[in-house]
């Protein structure tokens, strides 16, 4: 089992930036890949960007490419999200995600997921 607890959501105006947090626990954390993925209300939770175990290949989706970035540090067991140039639509409750199939990390059917942290950013 792996236990994750996400932090750093909040309130942000249009332009602002937020770094989300997710830190591990249970087993190894650096046998697992990565994801953080969002939900909107109404919408289907969708992957934002994905960080293999020794954090040296990232995957992130169009929306979010040159305004996020995925980080790990193997050490403190925590996977963080910086996200900058924030816009209305980046709006969503932001999950981890932690697979031990670093192929399958993107697609988010697989691993452990955290309870998630609310973001809101204000036009």
């Known amino acids: 089992q792996v236990q994750l607890v996400e932090s750093g959501g909040g309130l942000v105006q249009a332009g602002g930036s937020l770094r989300l947090s997710c830190a591990a626990s249970?087993?190894?954390?650096?046998?697992?890949?990565m994801g953080w993925f969002r939900q909107a209300p109404g919408k289907e939770r969708e992957f934002v960007a994905s960080?293999?175990?020794?954090?040296?290949?990232?995957y992130y989706a169009d929306s979010v490419k040159g305004r996020f970035t995925i980080s790990r540090d193997n050490a403190k067991n925590t996977v963080y999200l910086q996200m900058n140039s924030l816009k209305p639509e980046d709006t969503a409750v932001y999950y981890c995600?932690?697979?031990?199939?670093?192929?399958?990390?993107?697609?988010?059917?697989?691993?452990?997921w955290g309870q998630g942290t609310q973001v809101t950013v204000s036009s």
């Open positions: 995600n932690a697979d031990p199939r670093e192929s399958t990390v993107v697609t988010g059917r697989y691993g452990y």
């Open positions: 960080i293999i175990w020794s954090g040296g290949r990232t």
């Open positions: 249970g087993r190894t954390f650096s046998n697992y890949a």
